[in-house]
């Protein structure tokens, strides 16, 4: 009997060459670049000894369930292609286009993937599977942010290398003189099926997060399968994947963490519909919303920054009712505005802002609209993006932004306003500048002011993104340089619309609302960053309204209903957010990825995953760290009911107006 040694050799000089080489040189360069990300993370990563062997191993086995993928193609080939034509001009010329047009692609993969993992510190997930619709935003952002030419150079160089290598080794000529018998063709064809119906059925993307520590985690997965994985699985039922309690007692929970002193529900069940009392007469300011891209708790000099990046933030801190300790629902811009708009805990999977079905929703606007106000939302791209504009627009918004023509959402006719280009003074691959934007709402301001509409004009920034490019001469960090200018820019950019504004003769009667969408990274060592979601907001020129800090645990869902709060507003409340600033407020953050679903009280912190697992810890604070704790039932089910009652008002349509 033959050995293994000897096999492989012969195996290695058959028709089967080209393949077997293909699949060790993508074995060898995944593994080069998992050494090069755990190197990149050399501060953050586990070097146990153990964690170091099964992260490789574990990453090893995800490759080679990509190598199947990949190859199965090929090997249909092998299995098909008559032997008599074996070495012909058309068995060469289509070996050396798809052999090369592949390698291409994985090279061109294995750049993406370090790019993906500067910006994200995570291998392909759902952002990139979000992104591939947005080709134009992307391609473009990537072409102002990174030397396109060279890298396409490098990828091709690479590509071209590892082609005179095949052809050295002998590679191409083993495959084009050896002929095939059937039996050995299909029998590894056969194999390679196999391996791959294995990963369809057994093996989940999840299955890699084995450790405590989300990088050796992360740096387990192979890129190209989590890519797919996520692919198929962005949404997520809550009852198919989590934890879930009687219903009835759900709501109950939910019902009484919601209700605060003075309200009433207006039916029982399966709702958190209440009346919240205030004053029917009360005055009806205008309301300029800022939610600012990626814009940190941890780049003011109010928490601790030293680079004074924020000086018009941080004396803006000084002047307005500002929430220092208020948490991000979730991770991206499309979690933001769901938060601020539906004042809603983050269900899994995608944003509703990205689903189907998500018109005539109760949104702040239902509160706005009863009251006369006339909505705008301004966005410097294409409102096309993350399905912004058929959101807003279907939830009684006039659209301003970079697209064209009008967008009909279900039987609604939404006007969408082109912003000119003799409006814009600088863009980039995500839009106008932070300036620019704030320039078209103020103009419509003026214009609802001069027709005596009350206006409610929100706004979503772009400047504090990659490529981090901004107007020069502006501030004193070169545009394009980094996070930092960006910030600072896009800090600038407030402060002057805000002055500006105070020379408009309706500023005295506009409260004026500023929050941060999203943290600029939420990546940590733990299976969530706490502190990476923590972000600064404001409600700034509410007259009558002192300044002051609130320094209660508090969540994004709960920034508008404040809001109500401070102008005595009588209205109907469909919101899982409340008032901070009453005495009965409960403290409490809802944040989480798409994925993992987290409630924050105190320095309680309770984590629930898919597969119906759940983490139970304590945040310290001082170091950013979560230390594991026994399971807390009871909290266990409040945080579960948050969840599961969310998801089951949108699943079932009871959200609507």
Request: charge should be neutral; aromatic fraction near 16%; include cysteine.
């Amino acid at each position: 009997m033959k050995n293994k040694s000897t096999v492989f050799k012969n195996a290695s000089k058959s028709r089967l060459s080209l393949w077997i080489h293909f699949i060790l040189a993508f074995m060898f360069l995944s593994l080069i670049l998992r050494l090069g990300l755990l190197f990149w993370q050399y501060s953050e990563v586990s070097w146990n000894p153990f964690s170091i062997v099964r992260t490789l191993l574990t990453g090893a086995f995800y490759d080679l369930g990509v190598c199947m993928f990949i190859t199965i193609p090929s090997l249909l080939y092998v299995l098909v292609w008559p032997n008599r034509f074996v070495g012909s001009v058309a068995d060469k010329i289509l070996t050396y286009f798809f052999f090369s047009l592949t390698v291409f692609i994985l090279m061109f993969t294995f750049f993406a993937e370090v790019t993906f993992w500067e910006e994200f510190h995570a291998r392909f997930n759902f952002i990139a599977v979000d992104y591939l619709i947005y080709t134009h935003e992307v391609v473009s952002n990537i072409q102002q942010s990174y030397p396109l030419p060279l890298l396409i150079g490098i990828v091709a160089a690479a590509t071209v290398g590892e082609i005179w290598l095949f052809v050295k080794w002998g590679v191409f000529k083993n495959t084009f003189t050896h002929k095939i018998t059937f039996p050995v063709s299909s029998t590894v064809f056969a194999g390679a099926i196999a391996v791959a119906t294995v990963f369809i059925a057994f093996v989940r993307n999840n299955d890699a997060e084995w450790s405590d520590n989300r990088y050796n985690n992360e740096i387990s997965k192979a890129g190209i399968y989590s890519f797919f994985a996520e692919f198929r699985n962005n949404r997520m039922d809550y009852a198919d994947f989590y934890t879930t309690i009687d219903k009835k007692k759900a709501f109950d929970m939910v019902r009484a963490a919601v209700k605060e002193e003075g309200e009433t529900f207006i039916s029982d069940g399966t709702s958190v519909k209440r009346k919240v009392t205030g004053n029917p007469d009360a005055a009806k300011p205008n309301v300029v919303f800022i939610l600012m891209e990626s814009m940190s708790g941890s780049f003011m000099k109010e928490f601790g920054n030293e680079k004074n990046i924020t000086p018009a933030m941080d004396a803006l801190a000084q002047e307005s009712v500002f929430f220092s300790n208020l948490y991000a629902t979730g991770t991206r811009t499309v979690r933001g505005m769901e938060a601020v708009t539906l004042c809603i805990p983050p269900t899994p999977g995608q944003s509703i802002v990205k689903r189907p079905d998500n018109h005539g929703l109760y949104t702040i606007n239902t509160v706005f609209k009863e009251k006369g106000y006339q909505s705008s939302f301004f966005y410097g791209g294409d409102g096309y993006f993350d399905n912004m504009n058929s959101y807003y627009g279907g939830n009684g918004f006039t659209i301003y932004d970079r697209g064209h023509g009008s967008i009909l959402a279900d039987d609604i006719k939404v006007t969408r306003n082109h912003i000119e280009d003799n409006e814009v003074t600088f863009e980039n691959a995500w839009g106008i500048c932070d300036e620019d934007i704030y320039k078209k709402m103020l103009s419509v301001a003026d214009e609802k002011y001069k027709k005596g509409e009350p206006f409610f004009n929100f706004v979503m920034t772009t400047s504090n993104h990659r490529p981090y490019t901004y107007p020069s001469g502006r501030i004193d960090i070169p545009s394009g340089s980094g996070r930092d200018g960006a910030v600072k820019y896009a800090d600038y950019a407030l402060g002057k619309m805000i002055k500006e504004a105070k020379a408009k003769p309706w500023f005295k009667n506009t409260v004026f609302v500023i929050v941060a969408d999203h943290c600029a990274s939420s990546a940590g060592k733990d299976e969530i960053d706490v502190a990476n979601y923590h972000i600064p907001a404001y409600i700034y020129n509410a007259q009558g309204v002192a300044p002051q800090k609130v320094q209660s645990l508090c969540s994004q869902i709960d920034l508008v209903p404040t809001l109500f709060g401070l102008l005595n507003w009588d209205y109907t409340s469909g919101f899982f957010g409340q008032n901070v600033l009453k005495d009965s407020f409960k403290q409490r953050a809802l944040l989480g990825t798409y994925r993992k679903l987290t409630l924050m009280k105190g320095n309680d912190v309770m984590i629930l995953g898919d597969q119906k697992k759940q983490n139970f810890y304590s945040y310290n604070k001082t170091d950013n760290s979560l230390k594991a704790k026994k399971i807390d039932n009871a909290f266990l089910e409040e945080a579960i009911s948050w969840y599961q009652t969310a998801d089951y008002l949108f699943a079932n349509k009871l959200l609507k107006e």
